[in-house]
């Protein structure tokens, strides 16, 4: 079987469902779930033995020392993180001591595991981190894009706690010989995305007749990609990645936020038009931008592609409208995740089964 941490929250669950649509091997599961983690993601696994869920922190060295000793995986797919820079700004401190502290013990814990396995299973074994393009820093309007030999220049708290757990997976590789992979990924978007963030937030706010919140001038570009295409992408790095190498992912497709915004409006008029004839874009309100707002990030993908021959299914048009589309058809999903209701789903439906939570 393989190990994904964080695999409750947006880009994991996607990962964990596609895997085991694809793959017939295990998935043992470790999510603290914190406010981002989100068991209703993983609802449709419900009495499917491949997968095994296990509520814990990647910080708690004995405990994951114990499941890496129980179950004995091949692989390890490192998401769990906290990972909006909003609430890096407001505290920090969770950033610091889950993705700097927590991965450092994951990586101690591994460690002792991957160097007391047998020849063969040691060779075998691969430890994927899952990065981010905001290590890199920002970029000007007409920079080229980050590839993987770009310097870190970090700006925000979660980018430099991202920062800094990418620098210990590569010191761990350069001292120890851990087998390690590292993917830097841009935005993703798609389904089980918690509307904290850009495009969920749009949507979720539009539909509810709220503000649409504009940070700055809305001039800010990001470089979206499908999440279908980063758990690809991922696969693909696991599968045939060279070892200690970076991998950078992304859609090539750069977009300033307003142009998003804009983009999900006109496709909410056309598939859910507001009662008063007006369009959703009349909600848009220009607000206080973000402290230290990075301007401008793009991602180099041509490595992965070159070197693995992974490139993105979606285009950015296909990828919003399934996206827009699945918050529709999901509006419960929405409301739960937005009244917290479904943070009682651990309660409520795992409480007696006992055997899908093995904390
Ligand atoms: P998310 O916030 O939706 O989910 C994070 C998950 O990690 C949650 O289920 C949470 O409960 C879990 N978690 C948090 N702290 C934990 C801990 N100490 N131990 C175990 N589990 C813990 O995040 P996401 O958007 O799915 O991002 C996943 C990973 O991908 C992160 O490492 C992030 O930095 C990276 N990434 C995200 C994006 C993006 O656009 N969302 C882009 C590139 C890279
Ligand atoms: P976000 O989804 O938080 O991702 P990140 O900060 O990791 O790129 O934000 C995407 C962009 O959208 C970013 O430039 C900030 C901006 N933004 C807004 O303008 N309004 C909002 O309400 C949010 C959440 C983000």
Redesign the pocket.
């Known amino acids: 079987m393989i190990l994904v941490t964080g695999g409750a929250g947006f880009i994991g669950a996607n990962f964990v469902l596609d895997w085991l649509r694809a793959h017939s091997e295990s998935v043992l599961n470790l999510d603290k779930l914190t406010y981002a983690g989100n068991l209703h993601n993983l609802a449709s696994l419900q009495g499917d033995a491949r997968h095994v869920f296990v509520q814990g922190d990647i910080g708690d060295s004995a405990l994951v020392a114990r499941l890496l000793a129980q179950h004995q995986p091949r692989a390890v797919v490192n998401f769990a993180a906290e990972s909006?820079?909003?609430r890096s700004i407001h505290g920090p401190e969770d950033f610091i001591q889950t993705n700097v502290v927590g991965s450092f013990r994951l990586l101690e814990a591994v460690r002792h595991y991957w160097q007391a396995l047998p020849a063969i299973k040691k060779e075998a074994f691969r430890f994927l981190h899952v990065s981010t393009d905001?290590v890199y820093g920002t970029l000007s309007a007409d920079a080229p894009a980050f590839t993987e030999d770009h310097v870190y220049e970090p700006n925000s708290p979660y980018s430099a706690s991202k920062a800094a757990s990418d620098h210990l997976v590569r010191a761990w590789h350069h001292t120890y010989g851990l087998p390690v992979l590292t993917t830097n990924c841009s935005?993703n978007y798609g389904p089980l995305h918690f509307p904290?963030?850009?495009i969920p937030?749009i949507i979720v706010n539009a539909l509810a007749g709220k503000p649409l919140?504009?940070?700055g001038d809305?001039m800010?570009v990001?470089d979206w990609l499908y999440v279908g295409d980063h758990c690809s992408a991922i696969r693909r790095v696991l599968d045939a990645g060279r070892l200690g190498e970076t991998y950078n992912i992304g859609g090539w497709n750069e977009k300033p936020?307003i142009d998003i915004v804009h983009t999900v409006c006109r496709l909410l008029d056309e598939l859910r038009p507001r009662a008063d004839g007006q369009g959703y874009a009349a909600q848009i309100t220009y607000v206080k931008d973000?402290p230290g707002?990075d301007r401008r990030y793009a991602i180099d993908a041509r490595k992965i592609e070159r070197e693995l021959g992974w490139t993105p299914a979606e285009t950015f048009d296909t990828g919003i409208r399934k996206t827009v589309q699945w918050y529709l058809d999901n509006a419960e999903w929405a409301a739960n995740v937005q009244s917290g209701a479904y943070r009682e789903w651990l309660q409520t439906q795992y409480a007696d089964t006992g055997a899908e939570i093995k904390a």
């Open positions: 909006h820079v909003d905001e935005n904290e963030k850009l937030l919140p504009i940070y809305g800010q990001r936020n973000r707002h």
